[in-house]
């Protein structure tokens, strides 16, 4: 029986053939914190004993999660991180230097074929590129940065097939809300979501971005895309799962059929086609986050709202996933259709998607979101209602004043 490409990566690093079910102990190629649990891992890190981690160059920081800092406290740990990668060598990327998943990927400190952990529960999306890419706990990674290993069950692995083409204005963040609702919030507990097929092989590597982001919705431990024509800016060589490697299940989907999606609150299962909410009204648009912040989603935003603008009673806040994307955007005028429209900016990182500050709803106020999670609180307000969507529907959406499929907004209004 041969390997799936979960199997094959941890077994390369393992030095050793393993197969789901079994335990490894395997060699990191890189490491990942943020505010959120950075702070925690270089306390328990000392705690070890530790200096210095195994490989500086291999650890990254990141401010993004409370940046800039809302507190004095948080200030405090900000500080405590800077000191240390100043002090050790780590990476280190302040604040608004982007989100943490899009840096490791733009500035390469994962690649295919990679064995990557990061203090984040959205550290799979990693396996766009096709790395085997997991979020762990603070002390866990305390560990890693001391010794440069760690352990773990090769989980088994769900093989998603996808048929098909998807029709124009229908994009990945469609795709994988469906899928979400398909397979549940713990559909995939502790497996690695492997998704391949015809339809995956035209998306771009931030689509791809979007699909392995929200495998965390149904309990994946790692996702992993099919890497038939992706496009990375330096050679690589392609890895793929052997053709009789086995499944725990196969799930065979026609995209073809699929039209814009809505998570309703509280839950990212909770998907819906638009229809079902369309007309719901809309006090508040966010685009951003790790799953949708990326110069295509602006791309995506700034076609529906060129020339128009959004409506009195909403608010359209929008925060680029990295300065790079933020920079290439106001270089090719999207930020400045955005801002015309009525869209205020915040510094790229994550505190409106978490709640921990910047953008956080009044009691009772509907939010349209580009985010990865709905759940009861998840913005900050648990008296909040959350949907989630696409960036297009997100501008659609702040452009009309109620849930809208952006395929029906033409010229300001509503067919």
Same mark, same amino acid.
């Not at 799936?4 to 789901?20: M, Q």
């Not at 397979?183 to 979007?210: C, H, I, K, W």
């Not at 930020?335 to 921990?356: I, R, W």
């Given at each position: 029986m041969g390997l799936t490409l979960s199997e094959k990566i941890i077994s390369a690093h393992a030095g050793k053939t393993v197969r789901a079910g079994d335990i490894a102990i395997v060699d990191v190629d890189g490491v990942m914190a943020t505010d959120a649990g950075g702070p925690l891992a270089v306390k328990a890190f000392r705690e070890m004993g530790g200096t210095r981690p195994w490989r500086p160059d291999r650890v990254s920081l990141v401010l993004d999660h409370a940046a !800039?800092? !809302?507190?004095?406290t948080i200030s405090n740990l900000h500080k405590m991180l800077r000191d240390f990668a100043r002090e050790t060598g780590c990476h280190f990327y302040d604040i608004g230097m982007g989100i943490c998943h899009q840096l490791?990927?733009?500035?390469q400190h994962v690649r295919p074929g990679d %064995?990557? %952990?990061?203090?984040?529960?959205h550290t799979p999306t990693y396996g766009a590129l096709g790395a085997f890419a997991i979020g762990v706990g603070s002390t866990d990674m305390a560990a890693v940065m001391f010794t440069g290993k760690t352990w773990l069950k090769v989980p088994k692995t769900v093989k998603i097939v996808l048929h098909g083409r998807l029709r124009p204005g229908t994009v990945a963040k469609d795709l994988i809300l469906y899928l979400v609702g398909q397979v549940g919030g713990d559909g995939a507990n502790y497996?690695?979501?492997?998704?391949t097929g015809e339809a995956v092989r035209p998306m771009t590597l931030a689509s791809r971005m979007v699909l392995a982001n929200m495998a965390a919705e149904m309990g994946g431990k790692a996702a992993l895309v099919d890497m038939t024509d992706l496009e990375l800016p330096y050679p690589f060589e392609p890895l793929f799962p052997d053709p009789d490697a086995e499944y725990s299940q196969t799930l065979e989907v026609d995209v073809s059929h699929l039209r814009p999606m809505i998570s309703r609150p509280h839950s990212p299962s909770d998907a819906v086609p638009i229809d079902e909410v369309a007309g719901q009204r809309v006090d508040y648009a966010f685009l951003g986050s790790c799953t949708n912040a990326r110069l295509e989603d602006l791309h995506a935003a700034a076609a529906v709202l060129k020339g128009k603008r959004i409506a009195p009673t909403v608010r359209l806040l929008i925060a680029p996933a990295s300065k790079r994307i933020f920079n290439e955007a106001m270089r090719d005028g999207t930020l400045e259709t955005l801002s015309e429209a009525g869209a205020a900016f915040l510094t790229s990182g994550c505190g409106p998607c978490v709640g921990?500050?910047?953008?956080? !709803?009044g009691n009772g106020e509907v939010v349209i979101s580009s985010t990865n999670r709905n759940f009861k609180g998840r913005m900050g307000n648990p008296n909040a209602l959350i949907y989630l969507g696409s !960036?297009?529907?997100?501008?659609?959406?702040a452009l009309t004043g109620v849930i809208t499929d952006p395929a029906t907004v033409v010229d300001g209004e509503a067919l």
């Amino acid at each position: 029986m041969g390997l799936t490409l979960s199997e094959k990566i941890i077994s390369a690093h393992a030095g050793k053939t393993v197969r789901a079910g079994d335990i490894a102990i395997v060699d990191v190629d890189g490491v990942m914190a943020t505010d959120a649990g950075g702070p925690l891992a270089v306390k328990a890190f000392r705690e070890m004993g530790g200096t210095r981690p195994w490989r500086p160059d291999r650890v990254s920081l990141v401010l993004d999660h409370a940046a !800039p800092a !809302p507190t004095e406290t948080i200030s405090n740990l900000h500080k405590m991180l800077r000191d240390f990668a100043r002090e050790t060598g780590c990476h280190f990327y302040d604040i608004g230097m982007g989100i943490c998943h899009q840096l490791m990927v733009e500035n390469q400190h994962v690649r295919p074929g990679d %064995l990557f %952990l990061g203090a984040d529960s959205h550290t799979p999306t990693y396996g766009a590129l096709g790395a085997f890419a997991i979020g762990v706990g603070s002390t866990d990674m305390a560990a890693v940065m001391f010794t440069g290993k760690t352990w773990l069950k090769v989980p088994k692995t769900v093989k998603i097939v996808l048929h098909g083409r998807l029709r124009p204005g229908t994009v990945a963040k469609d795709l994988i809300l469906y899928l979400v609702g398909q397979v549940g919030g713990d559909g995939a507990n502790y497996q690695t979501v492997e998704f391949t097929g015809e339809a995956v092989r035209p998306m771009t590597l931030a689509s791809r971005m979007v699909l392995a982001n929200m495998a965390a919705e149904m309990g994946g431990k790692a996702a992993l895309v099919d890497m038939t024509d992706l496009e990375l800016p330096y050679p690589f060589e392609p890895l793929f799962p052997d053709p009789d490697a086995e499944y725990s299940q196969t799930l065979e989907v026609d995209v073809s059929h699929l039209r814009p999606m809505i998570s309703r609150p509280h839950s990212p299962s909770d998907a819906v086609p638009i229809d079902e909410v369309a007309g719901q009204r809309v006090d508040y648009a966010f685009l951003g986050s790790c799953t949708n912040a990326r110069l295509e989603d602006l791309h995506a935003a700034a076609a529906v709202l060129k020339g128009k603008r959004i409506a009195p009673t909403v608010r359209l806040l929008i925060a680029p996933a990295s300065k790079r994307i933020f920079n290439e955007a106001m270089r090719d005028g999207t930020l400045e259709t955005l801002s015309e429209a009525g869209a205020a900016f915040l510094t790229s990182g994550c505190g409106p998607c978490v709640g921990s500050h910047l953008g956080v !709803p009044g009691n009772g106020e509907v939010v349209i979101s580009s985010t990865n999670r709905n759940f009861k609180g998840r913005m900050g307000n648990p008296n909040a209602l959350i949907y989630l969507g696409s !960036p297009a529907v997100v501008a659609a959406s702040a452009l009309t004043g109620v849930i809208t499929d952006p395929a029906t907004v033409v010229d300001g209004e509503a067919l």
